[in-house]
């Protein structure tokens, strides 16, 4: 089944073209680095977490699209570990917008049938933001639509190494054994064992990089940037991303 999707009219100055894009072959798994929002604020003379206010409306948006399409699992890069190092002003801004997203939003992801998921070091972070996300984690449990899997307080290798300690410590234990070790074993101690690995990274801004971000996950991902700040992005160019993916030939090391 094909189906031509609409765009919306010219926005900036690389505008992407329409595509038509196959339900049947979407990515199961979309992740995102959603990056720019401070560049995009400083080219207009405003204050960082005002990209990161617009930034949290571009995400209402992609979240809509993808359960629409019937995406089955969207990851949002919400929060790093690198990221505490940032001004102590722009990080409390960016530690009460859960609160502040889901607060507005959560209705909706209720009757969207989306559930709320998180991947990171749940455990560090404020109690406001641990409040709020695990409120929203609880109403939505039970929802069997696409989840919105948001990696807060998350780093890749943090994650690595934390998997590495629990695996030593079942092989210390005698529960496990060390020649029972394999991909598999090492997939299950990762913050993501309940996932599939995702099909389709996108970043935005430009940037080029993993930036500390799934990287034993992203192994085989089909990687899409895009030289727009987030809060500049929105379904046209996401659909954009999607055509693209489904005219790659995905060969997990084969010919």
Known sequence: MSIRLPFMKKR???EPQ???LELKHLPSHIAIIMDGNGRWAKNRGMPRIAGHKEGMNVVKKIVRCAS???IETLTLYAFSTENWKRPKKEVEFLMRLPMEFLNTYLPELIEKNVRVETIGDFEG???????AVSEAKEKTRENTGMVLNFALNYGSRHEMLEAVKSISMQVKEGRLDIDDIDEDVFTDQLFTSKFKEPDLLI?????QRLSNFLLWQLAYTEFWFTDVYWPDFDEAYFEKALYDYQNRKRRYGGI
């Open 12 to 14: 900036i100055k690389h």
């Open 18 to 20: 329409p595509v038509g």
């Open 68 to 70: 629409d399409l019937g």
């Open 125 to 131: 972070l404020p109690p406001h933001t641990k409040q």
């Open 203 to 207: 970043r935005t801004s430009g940037e």
